[in-house]
């Protein structure tokens, strides 16, 4: 604490106001004397709890509360910005360099817009307005964005200094057009009365409130807001137990609920969302999901309309679940990176098969297209690698058993491509692996000049030799070489091969793959 100098005028609603000071966030919490200093201080709470020193407490008297224990500082009015309106924030962004302006692109949620060519050097004409970071404070004297920015249709005020959702309708009133809006790591006060502005957002289709500190009845007390929503992004917020939306949200087709820490039994609160077709809830603690509505194989009433599920960074380990979620209806996209789901033989290929043999309608997994000959050898190698199980487990007289309850599609895969051999299902001894001989073409992408070396190699070798061997091909150190490899089975995906010690057989590298060989 410092001494007093001439202080700037604090404005008569200053506790709630949000401020900048240099580039960190604040809400104030207070406005006064701090004995025994003289003069006027500022109690504020800041954005990020690192930059504060205390709870709103100075020599044993408490002058406002934090979320965090070292949350508040006390600073000087000087020190602090309460914003500019946001017409003030426009003229300072665009002063009409449309040049600049024309090239820019505007990105919300997984919207992309490109500026049109714009005619008029006017603010008329701007469809989108970009003011992230940009300290507006609210909407300014009535009327006036609706006379000077009539066009917008997608606004970014994203680390503003708005403080409440009143100011934002405010603004969103005058903008007729606005579909997108992006409102990510602002901290807005719940409106009293949220069904009043609804007019305000009439329009409004996408919607980032990413950051906000959130909860998901937050939201769904905002919701009467938004009648039109399509697109909802609330990522990274403090959403824990979902609740059922009920009379909001109906419209909704994309919601990202990523980065939050959900109550799993809570998703199915969203299976009723009759227009749902993507959900995202990738890094949210899943590891288990059920449709109990229905036996295994068949389709839930759940998410009806859901086509694309991102489960990505969870702790999914139960191809159990994996078999829950075959019963969706409708989904054709997944993604499921970063898991523990895990073959028997510990190869990422084969988990990715198997997940392609039990989706039976998916059409791209992990972003990669599943081909009909993907799908046909997925499913293939599904029912010889589980035909000895289905064997021991009576084979084709078998119903409702343990395996039908584990393998949901198995006996429709048998209908599609014939029951397996007894033959087919025999290992191979030892022997006969070691004599066995892969044709490897060895390829190497960073270097266009060399050409691919084709080479027979035994499937018992493991991948140090191979390094060695290239070692004397290349004169690159062993330890420098990277490898992975491509099979025409799933085409577009390489898989690593990261042991040393693993045999080429272990990574189910077979006759005519494809070796990609890169050193640093």
């Given at each position: 604490m410092g001494t007093d100098q001439t202080e700037p005028e604090v404005p008569e609603d200053a506790v709630g106001r949000r401020v900048s000071c240099g580039e960190e966030l604040a809400t104030v919490r207070y406005v006064g004397p701090v004995p025994p200093t003289t003069g006027l201080w500022l109690g504020v709470e800041w954005d990020d709890p690192e930059r504060g020193k205390h709870d709103g407490s100075h020599e044993g008297v408490l002058y406002f509360t934090c979320?965090?224990?070292?949350?508040?500082?006390?600073?000087?009015?000087?020190?602090?910005?309460?914003?500019?309106?946001?017409?003030?924030?426009?003229?300072?962004?665009?002063?009409?360099?449309?040049?600049?302006?024309?090239?820019?692109?505007?990105?919300?949620?997984?919207?992309?817009?490109?500026?049109?060519?714009?005619?008029?050097?006017?603010?008329?004409?701007?469809?989108?307005?970009?003011?992230?970071?940009?300290?507006?404070?609210?909407?300014?004297?009535?009327?006036?964005?609706?006379?000077?920015?009539?066009?917008?249709?997608?606004?970014?005020?994203?680390?503003?200094?708005?403080?409440?959702?009143?100011?934002?309708?405010?603004?969103?009133?005058?903008?007729e057009q606005l579909e997108g809006l992006q409102l990510s790591y602002n901290r807005l006060r719940l409106p009293s009365d949220p069904s009043a502005h609804c007019q305000a957002f009439c329009s409004l289709k996408v919607l980032a409130l990413i950051g906000c500190q959130l909860t998901w009845s937050q939201v769904l007390d905002c919701a009467p807001m938004w009648p039109q929503l399509e697109d909802l992004c609330v990522e990274d917020n403090n959403i824990t137990e979902l609740q059922r939306p009920v009379g909001v949200l109906q419209s909704l087709k994309n919601l990202n609920l990523s980065s939050n820490p959900l109550v799993q039994d809570s998703v199915l609160s969203l299976a009723a969302l009759p227009r749902l077709e993507q959900l995202n809830m990738s890094n949210t603690g899943l590891s288990v999901i059920r449709f109990d509505d229905v036996p295994a194989g068949s389709q839930t009433a759940s998410f009806?309309?859901?086509?694309?599920?991102?489960?990505?960074?969870?702790?999914?380990?139960?191809?159990?679940?994996?078999?829950?979620?075959?019963?969706?209806?409708?989904?054709?996209?997944?993604?499921?990176?970063?898991?523990?789901?895990?073959?028997?033989?510990?190869?990422?290929?084969?988990?990715?098969?198997?997940?392609?043999?039990?989706?039976?309608?998916?059409?791209?997994?992990?972003?990669?297209?599943?081909?009909?000959?993907?799908?046909?050898?997925?499913?293939?190698?599904?029912?010889?690698?589980?035909?000895?199980?289905?064997?021991?487990?009576?084979?084709?007289?078998?119903?409702?058993?343990q395996f039908t309850c584990q393998h949901p599609r198995y006996l429709s895969l048998i209908d599609k491509y014939g029951a397996p051999e007894e033959g087919e299902l025999k290992k191979p001894q030892p022997f006969a692996l070691k004599n066995q001989l892969l044709k490897i073409m060895f390829v190497f992408p960073d270097d266009p000049d060399r050409k691919p070396v084709e080479k027979k190699l035994p499937a018992s070798m493991v991948v140090q030799k191979v390094k060695g061997l290239l070692y004397r091909l290349l004169k690159v150190p062993a330890a420098n070489l990277k490898l992975t490899y491509t099979s025409p089975k799933m085409v577009g995906t390489e898989f690593e091969i990261d042991s040393d010690l693993k045999t080429l057989q272990f990574y189910s590298i077979e006759d005519g793959d494809q070796v990609l060989v890169r050193w640093s």
């Open positions: 979320r965090h224990p070292k949350g508040g500082s006390f600073v000087r009015p000087a020190k602090v910005s309460f914003g500019v309106d946001f017409l003030t924030a426009v003229r300072q962004v665009y002063q009409m360099d449309t040049e600049e302006v024309l090239s820019e692109e505007i990105s919300i949620a997984s919207k992309t817009l490109e500026w049109g060519k714009i005619k008029e050097r006017s603010f008329e004409s701007l469809p989108s307005v970009l003011l992230t970071r940009r300290e507006v404070n609210g909407p300014g004297a009535s009327g006036d964005i609706r006379r000077t920015t009539p066009g917008v249709r997608w606004l970014d005020l994203s680390r503003t200094l708005l403080c409440c959702w009143e100011d934002v309708a405010a603004i969103a009133q005058q903008l009806p309309a859901l086509k694309i599920l991102n489960v990505d960074h969870n702790n999914i380990t139960e191809w159990c679940v994996v078999d829950e979620l075959a019963k969706l209806p409708s989904l054709v996209q997944f993604s499921c990176r970063s898991n523990r789901l895990v073959s028997s033989d510990g190869n990422t290929r084969t988990a990715n098969q198997l997940l392609i043999a039990k989706l039976g309608q998916l059409v791209l997994l992990n972003s990669c297209e599943i081909h009909a000959e993907d799908r046909r050898g997925a499913e293939l190698d599904y029912i010889k690698l589980f035909g000895e199980e289905w064997l021991k487990a009576g084979g084709r007289s078998q119903t409702g058993t």
